[in-house]
């Protein structure tokens, strides 16, 4: 059973910045791709970020590139999502997820088999 914890969400004021992070455990994480995805009420969860089990390949949705910065640390089984510039429009609930499948990196939410609680992200105007 693959276990994820985010962590890092709350309020705060556009142009600030806040940085997610998100505890796994119960996979061996190094060889596993995650994903940050988003959701607002009535919208279908969005893809945000994901990097490969590595850390060297990153892919982000086009209007976080510049704002967003994924990366990991294999040694703390940790994943983190560092957002600076925020805008009222980042605001949702974000999820971290484990893709269902090794050494590769993706986009599709449904390549991903395990997912985190969520954690509430307000950005205020």
């Known amino acids: 059973q693959v276990l994820l914890v985010e962590a890092g969400g709350g309020l705060v004021q556009a142009g600030g910045s806040l940085k997610l992070s998100c505890a796994a455990s119960g996979r061996t994480f190094s060889t596993f791709g995650m994903g940050w995805f988003r959701q607002t009420p009535g919208k279908e969860r969005e893809f945000v970020a994901a990097?490969?089990?590595?850390?060297?390949?990153?892919y982000y949705l086009d209007s976080v590139k510049g704002r967003f910065t994924i990366s990991r640390d294999n040694a703390k089984n940790t994943v983190y999502l560092q957002m600076t510039s925020l805008k009222p429009e980042d605001t949702a609930v974000y999820y971290c997820?484990?893709?269902?499948?090794?050494?590769?990196?993706?986009?599709?939410?449904?390549?991903?088999?395990?997912w985190g609680q969520g954690t509430q992200v307000t950005v205020s105007s």
């Open positions: 990097i490969d089990w590595s850390g060297a390949v990153t």
């Open positions: 997820a484990s893709d269902r499948r090794p050494w590769r990196i993706n986009r599709d939410k449904l390549e991903y088999d395990y």
